[in-house]
């Protein structure tokens, strides 16, 4: 920089490099260079997709027939095996027809050069009650001509039935074939595939009907389909080669290939090119095994004892072929996956590799097909457009160069020229002059420069403003001061513990009674957590209703210990949510008294409580033994092995009732408990009634008790006899008695219809557990509060139906109580389907493991709600009614 003459003002020169014609001519080059790269680019990789993507067309239709005619062959020795299985059921019994047969099937017109032998092979005495291992199975001898063969019979060995072609049967149903992995039979030595039926008979699993394949059969089929270009590979379930190219066969061509029958990792490690492929196998069965995992019909305990004799590596696939046969899994064949090998190791350029999925038998077929490269006549297309983009861009840029001169550098170097001298005036001749950008430009530099001046003359104001501002916010945060001194003294005055936490759990603010009780000092809780002041259970405590209240969005109130220096101490903790000003969460704060002392005022009233019920269940106890007694002693005359019978059969009912009856029991004895307490108050009142009002009530409470308890002691009583003759209506009426003030508390009228003669042999704590839960269930969500809160006009009916079939007994419980809207009916029998939580749940899945029973909900919202239970009875259980 210079000065420039007497006007004192400094003149720029600008560098070449520097200049806008430079850099105008270079960023033209580089868009020129840039769109002739990506054209040639363009046209290559749109000649190369569609070159693929035929091939890719042409290799599925060409995978797709060989699978189709594979699958021709495979369906027929399918329906072959199948045919021997139903000649194996058909003649389990007979020896002699089953040696006529069966050779007969295996020489079925057109399949004589696949199959190499077959058979059936029994379960352990299921066609003779004499033989462990009864085989009846035949194989081609050096003639052609099938053999028996014997040597499955023998007695030395863990006979066929652990060979890994037998024992998946198990978990096949009927009609369904399991294609076992590719092995060598031990008794022909020959490389064999085995397609297994299994033979079910009156539901029971009775043996397997099998067809054996020879690989060279397959080797063959594969050579006929005389492929022009490319190879396959065949594999089975389990991944072992059925297939490969000629070209990886022994030398000798007398000896078999190294490589049939064993895994296709074997394979690759010797060929590793195919790594590749080995690794997108192993990505196709992955997703196979996971997409089985969803709907699993066998889990893990159920294939326990099968998978403990495969190999660790087959374990999951072979569970995953178990289960997607269950499932119906794999109805078409298709192309699962396909990928670009750039130099296969036969055909000596790059190929494209698809993988094709047979159903049913789920082998692989692996289609190698080679992939050309773009010819030489598209690179001279390609060439010839990219000379002629260059000369077109190279005259553009000419052109372009010109035109930029004269429309743009010219009047922004004259502008520019103006401004370095200080001639403002010459600055806005040239704005007025022009009414393009380029004046539009000169104007905003004028303008500019006016908002500078005034700029310079209101930054003065805004500095006295700011001033003026800050002394405000210094006297604020004094007052802020003031009032936060004023909330500690409070909070610190409080006898109650109070606290805030952020929202990641850490303490931000605790009063001194909250120190003073925890005994640790201020600094040390500040930034803590809830497990780095109290011991682990405490804390999973606090966090838990520290969840209730986040979720919730409220305040809420919970009991809680808090370890002192004292001991542990019970608290009354009201926790609330502290939120800005858009409602988000971003603290908790709480507060929490002392309860201890109410709690143990709460606990004596409770123990002299439990002390009187205590008193009536023992007498309750004398009754039921005096009950007891006479009913030994009209049973005197039963035979000491029906007695022992009998005992035996009421202990595991009574075992099983245990199990599912606590709450049952707890409810009942709750809802005597508090009657007695009733009882106990009006013992305690003086004053309030006389004397002789005084015995009037006691002695009415005591009588409604007593027959309370009568109706108790024919519902509990049963527990301890066996199943028996229930009068059903009898048995319904008491238990109406029981539940009597709960359908008072809620006006219900309760209409009971059942036969009157009708009985049933079966034990009378299974209708209490029942009749029990559907009652209080119907009570609780028909009449509850939502019932109370819609304010019905028509009185509260509860109509209760019973009906006894042949093997089943119907019980229908239908109210008119505020009913279910269709969301949440689906949603309850959803749950009641899926064993969710819930007490119609938890019902419907007893009455399903006990009685192979069922539970439906049919309702409709305002109107009513049916739950109808069916029980099918056994034969100890169906009595004439």
Not at 643 to 666: C, V, W, Y
Not at 832 to 848: D, F, K, M, T
Request: glycine fraction near 4%; include cysteine.
């Amino acid at each position: 920089m210079v000065k420039n003459g007497s006007d004192g003002l400094p003149s720029f020169h600008t560098h070449w490099l520097s200049s806008l014609p430079f850099k105008f001519s270079i960023v033209q080059f580089c868009i020129a260079g840039l769109i002739i790269t990506s054209s040639i680019w363009l046209i290559l990789s749109i000649e190369k997709k569609h070159h693929q993507e035929t091939q890719l067309s042409l290799s599925q239709n060409l995978g797709l027939t060989i699978v189709a005619q594979l699958q021709q062959t495979t369906s027929k020795i399918e329906a072959l095996a199948a045919s021997l299985g139903s000649m194996g059921s058909t003649y389990a019994g007979s020896s002699d027809q089953l040696k006529k047969i069966v050779p007969a099937l295996l020489n079925t017109d057109g399949q004589q050069f696949l199959i190499e032998g077959g058979g059936i092979w029994p379960e352990p005495g299921a066609f003779d009650a004499t033989k462990h291992r009864n085989s009846y199975f035949w194989a081609r001898d050096k003639h052609n001509k099938f053999e028996l063969i014997n040597g499955y019979n023998n007695t030395n060995g863990s006979g066929y039935h652990s060979e890994l072609w037998y024992k998946p049967t198990r978990f096949y149903p009927k009609g369904t074939t399991y294609w076992s992995d590719a092995y060598i039979d031990p008794y022909t030595d020959e490389t064999l595939i085995t397609a297994s039926v299994p033979m079910w008979l009156k539901h029971e699993f009775i043996g397997v009907s099998t067809i054996d394949l020879a690989l060279s059969s397959l080797k063959a089929f594969f050579e006929k389909l005389a492929l022009h270009q490319g190879y396959l590979f065949a594999l089975d379930g389990n991944n072992n080669l059925l297939a490969h190219p000629a070209e990886f066969d022994e030398l000798d061509t007398g000896k078999p290939s190294p490589y049939l029958s064993h895994p296709f990792s074997h394979f690759t490690q010797e060929q590793p090119a195919y790594i590749s492929l080995q690794k997108e196998i192993e990505k196709i069965d992955a997703l196979f095994i996971a997409k089985t995992d969803q709907g699993k019909n066998y889990d893990k305990t159920q294939l326990e004892a099968l998978l403990q004799t495969v190999d660790p590596s087959k374990r999951a696939r072979l569970s995953a072929l178990i289960n997607a046969n269950a499932q119906g899994m794999s109805p078409n064949s298709e192309r699962t996956s396909s990928f670009v090998l750039n130099n296969d190791p036969l055909l000596k350029q790059p190929v494209l590799v698809s993988v094709f999925h047979m159903p049913r038998t789920y082998w692989k077929i692996i289609l190698v097909t080679p992939l050309g490269e773009v010819g030489n006549q598209e690179h001279a297309i390609a060439a010839k457009i990219g000379i002629f983009l260059l000369l077109s861009q190279l005259i553009a840029l000419v052109i372009l160069f010109i035109f930029q001169h004269r429309l743009f550098i010219k009047p922004i170097s004259s502008m520019v020229q103006s401004l370095q001298q200080g001639n403002i005036a010459k600055l806005e001749l040239s704005a007025n002059q022009r009414q393009d950008e380029i004046g539009q430009l000169a104007k905003a530099f004028t303008s500019r420069n006016q908002q500078l001046e005034i700029a310079y003359a209101s930054l003065d104001a805004s500095n006295l403003a700011l001033e003026q501002q800050l002394e405000m916010q210094k006297h604020a945060q004094e007052q802020l001061k003031a009032h936060k001194d004023q909330l500690n003294d409070l909070l610190n005055a409080s006898q109650n513990l109070i606290c805030i936490k952020n929202t990641e759990g850490f303490y931000s603010l605790v009063n001194d009674k909250f120190c003073e009780v925890l005994g640790i000092e201020r600094d040390k809780i500040i930034g803590a957590k809830d497990r780095d002041l109290f011991p682990s259970h405490i804390a999973e405590i606090i966090a838990s209703h520290d969840r209730i209240v986040i979720n919730n969005e409220s305040p809420q109130s919970f009991e809680q210990p808090i370890p002192t220096n004292q001991g542990e101490i019970t608290y009354l903790i009201t926790k609330y949510p502290i939120q800005d000003q858009e409602g988000q969460i971003i603290a908790l704060g709480a507060m929490a008294f002392d309860v201890s002392s109410i709690k143990d005022i709460n606990e004596k009233l409770t123990l002299r409580g439990e002390e009187l019920s205590n008193q009536l269940i023992h007498r309750e106890m004398q009754i039921q033994h005096l009950q007891m007694t006479l009913d030994k002693v009209e049973q005197s005359s039963i035979s000491i092995d029906k007695h022992k019978e009998q005992s035996r059969r009421l202990q595991d009912i009574g075992i099983h009732n245990q199990r599912l009856m606590p709450q049952l029991i707890a409810e009942l004895l709750r809802q005597q408990l508090v009657e007695h307490e009733l009882i106990f108050t009006k013992l305690r009142s003086k004053g309030a009634l006389n004397q002789a009002k005084l015995e009037q009530e006691l002695t009415q409470l005591i009588t409604q008790q007593t027959d309370k308890l009568r109706h108790l002691l024919y519902l509990v009583v049963p527990q301890s006899e066996q199943i028996r003759s229930v009068h059903i209506k009898q048995f319904i009426e008491h238990l109406l008695a029981v539940v009597e003030p709960q359908l008072d508390e809620h006006q219900i009228q309760c209409q009971l219809n059942c036969p009157d003669q009708m009985t049933l042999q079966i034990s009378p704590w299974t209708l209490l557990i029942l009749l029990y839960k559907l009652l209080l269930n119907t009570i609780e969500h028909a009449f509850g509060q939502a019932a109370m809160a819609n304010d019905k006009q028509s009185a509260n009916k509860l109509e209760i139906t019973v009906v006894k079939y042949e093997q089943s007994l119907q019980i229908v419980i239908k109210d008119n109580g505020v009913g279910l809207s269709p969301l949440q009916l689906d949603e309850l029998n959803q749950n009641i389907q899926s064993n969710n939580e819930g007490s119609l749940a938890e019902l419907a899945l007893w009455l399903r493991m006990e009685f192979n029973g069922e539970l439906t909900v049919t309702s409709e919202a305002g109107q009513y709600t049916e739950v109808k239970c069916v029980m099918h009875l056994s034969e100890d259980t169906n009595a004439p009614s």
